[in-house]
C-alpha cells in the first residue's frame, strides 16, 4: 500500500514557476516508478512526466518537455515536479500516482496509487 499526498499548488502568472511535491508513504516507495498526471476541467487525465524507481529514466509530455522537470528522493519518499514558464493551459489538478501496471506508462489505468490532487491555476 502507498499514500500519496500532493502539496505546492497554487495561482501563478503566465511565465511564472511553480514546485509541486508528493510525499508517499510505504516502505516500497523506490520500487515505483512516479509519475505526474494533470486534468483539466472538461477534459481527460492526461500524463505529464514519469520517472524510474531509481531516478535515472525520465519521461515527459512533448507539451511540458524543456519546461517541467522531474525527481524524486528515496531516501525521503519525495517526488517533485518543477515547473517553469508555465502558460494558461497547464491550468489544471495536477496528480501523483505509482505505477503498477506494465501495459502503457501513459494510461492512467496503469498506475495503482494516486494522491488527492492539487490546483495550479495560471492566469494570462
Known amino acids: 500500500q502507498v499514500q500519496l499526498v500532493e502539496s505546492g499548488g497554487g495561482l501563478v502568472q503566465a511565465g511564472g514557476s511553480l514546485r509541486l511535491s508528493c510525499a508517499a508513504s510505504?516502505?516500497?516507495?523506490?520500487?515505483?516508478?512516479m509519475a505526474w498526471f494533470r486534468q483539466a476541467p472538461g477534459k481527460e487525465r492526461e500524463f505529464v512526466a514519469i520517472?524510474?524507481?531509481?531516478?535515472?529514466?525520465?519521461y515527459y509530455a512533448d507539451s511540458v518537455k524543456g519546461r517541467f522537470t522531474i525527481s524524486r528522493d528515496n531516501d525521503k519518499s519525495t517526488v517533485a515536479l518543477q515547473m517553469h514558464t508555465l502558460k494558461p493551459e497547464d491550468t489544471a489538478v495536477y496528480y501523483c500516482?505509482?505505477?503498477?501496471?506494465?501495459?502503457?506508462?501513459?494510461?492512467?489505468?496503469?498506475?495503482?496509487?494516486w494522491g488527492q490532487g492539487t490546483q495550479v491555476t495560471v492566469s494570462s
Open positions: 510505504g516502505r516500497t516507495f523506490s520500487s515505483y516508478a
Open positions: 520517472i524510474g524507481g531509481r531516478g535515472g529514466i525520465t
Open positions: 500516482a505509482a505505477r503498477t501496471g506494465y501495459s502503457d506508462m501513459y494510461n492512467p489505468s496503469d498506475y495503482g496509487y
